[in-house]
């Protein structure tokens, strides 16, 4: 058996390393922020049940400034609320900034996690708000979860069609 060279093994252990760092600072961000919705839920103005579930959409690192941005999406049942965002701005382990756009009260207007429209319906009437006639059958390329799918571009559209199923505010 032929022993692997030492420079590719001080290179996975650096890979190791590395990944460990970013994951782990990763998961220090979400619990900062955890920490930070919990402690300040009623200057807020929101209920525990409005950041009960939350997802990082992305986030970077300044190097000028030293300051993590972190992006988050506000879910109930699994399912995304459209616009339903925040944004935190984290200094040596604490926010100092935020950006709220987090929908209120939202288990009371989330109220079945049943979608009122399938992916092609959604397709369908988005192309007839546009004025896009559809030609021939809507054809499903991949389902990457139960709420994402890409649609067939079609006659339609010039790149296939993400869909993903979301809770969408009706105004009320």
Do not use: C
């Not at 988050?72 to 935190?88: C, D, P």
């Not at 059958?137 to 990457?144: A, C, Q, R, Y």
């Amino acid at each position: 058996m032929t022993p692997f060279p030492s420079s590719i093994i001080r290179s996975a252990v650096l890979l190791s390393v590395i990944l460990m760092t970013v994951i782990g600072y990763a998961q220090d961000s979400e619990n900062i922020i955890q920490a930070y919705l919990n402690a300040h839920q009623e200057e807020l103005g929101i209920q525990e049940s409005d950041y009960a579930e939350w997802s990082v959409s992305h986030s970077y690192f300044s190097e000028s400034t030293k300051v993590t941005h972190v992006h988050i999406k506000q879910m109930v049942n699994g399912l995304e609320i459209e616009n339903g965002t925040a944004n935190f701005n984290l200094l040596d382990g604490k926010v100092f900034s935020m950006g709220d756009r987090m929908v209120r009260d939202i288990y009371s207007k989330a109220n079945s996690p049943q979608p009122i429209l399938g992916p092609e319906e959604a397709i369908v009437r988005a192309a007839k708000q546009l004025n896009i006639a559809i030609q021939g059958s809507i054809k499903v390329l991949e389902t990457m979860s139960p709420t994402e799918f890409l649609y067939d571009k079609g006659n339609f559209s010039l790149e296939d069609v993400p869909v993903q199923l979301v809770y969408h505010s009706t105004g009320e």
